[in-house]
T-cell receptor, first 115, second 114 residues
Framework: QQQVKQSPQSLIVQKGGISIINCAYE??????FPWYQQFPGKGPALLIA?????SEKKEGRFTISFNKSAKQFSLHIMDSQPGDSATYFC??????????????FGSGTRLSIRP | AAGVIQSPRHLIKEKRETATLKCYPI?????VYWYQQGPGQDPQFLIS???????DKGSIPDRFSAQQFSDYHSELNMSSLELGDSALYFC?????????????FGPGTRLTVT
């Protein structure tokens, strides 16, 4: 059972447009929600992260919106660029005090930005 | 800034052989995690170590074992390799304590079993 559900599986956006990726989670004990960007053959790179007591976090063109009551969060990429073409994973981390707090990944979204 | 180092980057083995993957965490990071990513899949947690002790265990086959050494580097040992073990293996490291504890991933080792 996927503890973090991600959609869509793939997304095509025109250059300059807004890319939106959605995630939902089940475990209310998760305490940290990162987004990772992964290029083919490379390791996931931490892009931006949010804690559940914050409703929005913005870093440059990347914004996370977090809805704690709905147990949903999303990534918005403004002014999408061809260099943003990659696979994006939302994730959740098990809470502090629970051993080493593994990261649980969503299934990934393959984003393609058309020039 | 220093990143997580993994070696080798590519490894080709035959069925039933053994393989050892190495991970060198970011300096001052005390926790190491191993993940397996199959083609088109999301990374799946295998095992983690904190201060040289196993701290959490995920979907790691019994044929695999791992350990963390006194210098905090970690090795993932894989025996009786199967075709299905072909995947990207990522190591991540973090510094325990505080809210941050972000996990930073290495470039991965691509294991191909033939």
């Amino acid at each position: 059972q996927q503890q973090v559900k991600q959609s869509p599986q793939s997304l095509i956006v025109q250059k300059g447009g807004i890319s939106i990726i959605n995630c939902a989670y089940e475990n209310t004990a998760f305490d940290y929600f990162p987004w990772y960007q992964q290029f083919p053959g490379k390791g996931p790179a931490l892009l931006i992260a949010i804690r559940p007591d914050v409703s929005e976090k913005k870093e440059g063109r990347f914004t996370i919106s977090f809805n704690k009551s709905a147990k949903q969060f999303s990534l918005h990429i403004m002014d999408s660029q061809p260099g943003d073409s990659a696979t994006y994973f939302c994730a959740a981390r098990s809470p502090p005090g629970s051993s080493a707090s593994k990261i649980i990944f969503g299934s990934g979204t393959r984003l393609s930005i058309r020039p | 800034a220093a990143g997580v180092i993994q070696s080798p980057r590519h490894l080709i083995k035959e069925k039933r052989e053994t393989a050892t993957l190495k991970c060198y965490p970011i300096p001052r990071h005390d926790t190491v995690y191993w993940y397996q990513q199959g083609p088109g899949q999301d990374p799946q947690f295998l095992i983690s170590f904190y201060e040289k002790m196993q701290s959490d265990k995920g979907s790691i086959p019994d044929r695999f074992s791992a350990q963390q050494f006194s210098d905090y580097h970690s090795e993932l040992n894989m025996s009786s390799l199967e075709l299905g073990d072909s995947a990207l293996y990522f190591c991540a490291s973090s510094q325990r304590g505080g809210w941050g504890r972000e996990q930073y991933f290495g470039p991965g080792t691509r294991l191909t079993v033939t």
